[in-house]
Nanobody, 120 residues
Framework: QVQLVESGGGLVQPGGSLRLSCAAS????????MGWYRQAPGKQRELVAA???????NYAESVKGRFTISRSSAKNTVYLQMNNLKPEDTAVYYC??????????????WGQGTQVTVSS
């Protein structure tokens, strides 16, 4: 059983910062890709930032220069440092991992989501 546990969301004023964390646990053999998506009310879920299977990073254009994704491979954890937050960053942020366990083939797993609200 794989679990992705997110933390770090909350309410912040415009221009503020938040740091999200996502820890993957379970009988994980390999993590191929891992990152963050978000979904605002009435909108589709979109990629925010992620490590690809090739080890590079992808960022949404709207967050480049403000958000930074990092990871601790030893801890199966990814972080999202979000600076200079804007009201349009308000959304539920979901952690995603593409991984293989000792009992399953490679597949996508999602966290439960953490709310980020940017408002004065």
């Amino acid at each position: 059983q794989v679990q992705l546990v997110e933390s770090g969301g909350g309410l912040v004023q415009p221009g503020g910062s938040l740091r999200l964390s996502c820890a993957a646990s379970g009988s994980i053999v390999s993590i191929y890709a891992m990152g963050w998506y978000r979904q605002a009310p009435g909108k589709q879920r979109e990629l925010v930032a992620a490590f690809t299977s090739g080890g590079s990073t992808n960022y949404a254009e709207s967050v480049k220069g403000r958000f930074t994704i990092s990871r601790s491979s030893a801890k199966n954890t990814v972080y999202l440092q979000m600076n200079n937050l804007k009201p349009e960053d308000t959304a539920v942020y979901y952690c995603n991992a593409n991984l293989r366990t000792d009992r399953t083939l490679r597949g996508d797993y999602w966290g439960q989501g953490t709310q980020v609200t940017v408002s004065s």
